[in-house]
RNA sequence: GGGCGCUUAGCUCAGUUGGUUAGAGCAUCUCUUUUACAAGGAGAGGGUCGGGGGUUCGAAUCCCUCAGCGCCCACCA
């Protein structure tokens, strides 16, 4: 191997981090080190599914963390000489870019409208308040969104080149562009082909304030104030009231049916007669269910359309009817149900109509206060209520048409074939996969794909409008594929032209656009360019690794394996990379709104890109981690280290570089490091980056402190056992600034520069062939490390605790030890006696196991 | 209620199949300008490895059990 290249090296007087990453990025760019090469085959591609950043915010801690763990295992792959599919996507369809780009030029979207080729917007970033926004086409509004979008991807491809990852930006895409929309639209019209995309009045969670259906994977619990309400219901047969509880007395007017359980005996009587709703009057069936639960309330329950899921179940099961009174928007219909037929009933309703939920509870308690049906009055609780995950009122639950695509929600046999997808994945950390597991095992419905938003990727289908203006549903008309990406709300289906659109015997566009997942979940089909280009696709596909954080398992991961079982029967990788969470300082999820957090920017600037590195290189995978500043400090300790010891041993003269490291000391560094360069080589592979920086860095400090120390002064000289030396100290070198080359990509290629003509980053990875192939090793040089740095350790404690410099002479050492022990010594008795001042040395053999020394210190110079 | 993870020094964490006296960094204290590095270096103090029980020649490590913390899911009358 070339440890020692035969040129003049160009060792700076003083080594500094300072500028080295503007310096580096643009080297890299301009002799392409990150470059994807496309010709190269299949097992020597590595390919990886890389998250795409939303871009609606601003780069956080929490990807600087993760990204890095990524581009570490990226780099390590690189040096092993794989051509590395490392793309970069903006994620920038959804709701965050529409309410910013709403803010940003004062507009609003209505899908109804058709494109304006000549619109403007009315403000650029200074919309007055109070004004009101000019709504604009679909079209015209996705333009404006791809236009914000555009600023802040340029200031997040900024901070990724600045943090070092190893993207090859020609790979770039974004989930709004033509590639993503055409992706996902034949995709979607694939599964609609095959069957398993299909559309269905039912049931829908609902977001009243973004008036858009939701999926079960966006919601989330939260606890809110409530209060039980006791309200009787009249017995049909004039035999007493039955009291029920709820918290929700508001939807009385929408009750169908009331529920106990099939054993409750108190309730067995009454099953199969009707019991009077208060206020409206209406006659409601008991029914026996096995969900009802007998300890909870009174046992008997009121079933509402729609009060919550369990309401969906009974009403499903049970065959009741539909009494829908909360409207889209969260009010209370104006209609009445058609149920209601009382005058009084229907006065009392009128009371409600058009109120939001909250005010019509207020309203209707008054009424059963009054009428004397409200028993008690309200216990307050708190209880966990169902919301969007982005959202701010509860989800009400209303009857609309959607789109779904089957995920095993409703089928075992294919909630088992996902689970077998599951298992064909390699997990890091492992136990992730249980997150996978419970999450398909818990699943209750469909995905719901559709949501009535305005920047996403449009469902692609049009439908036919008969003679009263109705769509029919049950055979949409398709584009062609070569047709796509369509916008339904601006183009014509084929046969049809935009006069008729809207008429009756003419077409309607779906004007609903699939959630952002639909499109996310195939982000490994738009990166290896599934559509155009079935060469590369083939090539990267399945990919090796999904890096991604554990709390969107249940989201994107689960959703990109469904489309790939799909399209492709298979898993869409080989692995799946979980990273933790970043937490603030006292252990609590970190949160964007705290004001005073620190910018990926000023650490960049104020510690360098390496040290930030570090920081999220030394916390293992999977881990949630404490944001520490502290870490960062010590990686650029260990960054500044590295110049130096660099410097220093570039500085010692290489005589003859074809001589072979020889004296015991020496091979037993360079064993000791080759057995870190095969735990690092492992560890990588396992996508285990700490414990390669754990290994490598415990390596190099006893390499600096005692390695170094010891064969200084022989490094100095010319003799045979200085060449030894001399080189084992180039070949440590060499070894270690690769080794640290994934995870300090910055100041490794920095060093390296100052002796080796080309970039570290295109390797090789070190081996341990490498190190010892032509070294006679010894199979106790770890013993012989460990005595020598006992005794060195000793020698300084004594200086240590003569409260002396480590410079002081020693006057004699009587070294006591095993005959093993003491040959250790001899064989590196001129490294220790250099390194420890020493003079008259005796070596006296014992048989204990523990080494004992006994020093005495040449009197103060002083 | 189900599942998963965690609990080791003041703090943040390693400790890979059970094996010398349990480690690192930070923090604290002491010494030290040394010619690669003072934005250095050398050392010291500090832990009954969450509690209890078991297996074993031997347990931070394996088993049982209890407790606390965190997360995911479920429950929502």
Redesign the pocket.
Known sequence: MNDTPDRKYLVPEKPTLDNIEAHWIANWDQIGINAFDRGATRENIFSIDTPPPSVSGSLHMGQVFSYTHTDAVARFWRMRGKSVFYPMGWDDNGLPTERRVQNYFGVSCDPSMSFNPSFAPPFNGDVPKGHRSVAISRPNFIQLCEQLTQQDEKVFEYLFRRLGLSVDWSLLYTTIGDRARQTSQQAFLNNLARGEAYSQEAPTLWDVDFRTAVA?AE???RERP?A?HSIAFARSDGIGDVL?????PELIASCVAL?AHPDDARYVPLFGRTVRTPLFDVEVPVHAHE???ID??T????VCTFG???DVIWWRELNLPTRVIVGRDGRILAESPEAITTPRAKETFAQLAGKTVKQAQTTIVELLRTSGELHGEPRPTT????FYERGERPLEIVSSRQWYIRNGGRDPALRDSFLQRGTELAWHPE?ME??YD??VE?L?GDWLISRQRFFGIPIPLWYRLDANNEPDYDNPLKPSLDQLPVDPSSDVPTGFDESQRGIAGGFAGDLDIMDTWATSSLTPQIAGRWIDDHELFARVFPMDVRPQA??II?TWLFSTIVRSHYEHSSAPWKNAAISGWILDPD?K?MSKSKGNTVTPFELFEKYGSDAVRYWATSA?PG????F?E?QMK?G??LA??LL??S??VL?VEVVDSRVTPSEPIDVAMLQRLAQVVTESTVAFENFDYA?VL?RTE?FF?WF??DY??LV?TRAYDTTAQSASAVIALYRALNTLQRLFAPLLPFVTEEVWSWWQPESIHLGPWPTSDGILDDVVSHDDGEQLL?TVSEV??HI??S???G?????TAVEYLKISGTANQLNFINSCMDDLRNAGGLSKIELVTHDQ??ITVEIRLAPNSR
């Not at 029920?244 to 929700?248: A, F, L, V």
């Not at 046992?299 to 009121?302: D, F, K, P, R, V």
């Not at 881990?623 to 404490?626: G, H, K, L, N, S």
């Open positions: 079960q919601l989330e619990d409530g039980y029920i509880e709820t918290t929700r529920v969900l009802a639960q909870k309330g046992g008997i329950a009121m919550d899921l369990t209880h966990p209520v169902k136990f249980h997150r419970n999450w818990g209750i554990h709390e249940r252990r999820k293992r881990v949630d981690t404490a520490s502290e010590v650029r300790k500044t280290k130096n010891v410097k220093f500085g414990r754990e415990a400090w600096c402190d170094v120390e200084k460990f060195l350790s300084r404690r200086k240590t605790e409260k002396t410099s480590q410079r196991d523990a």
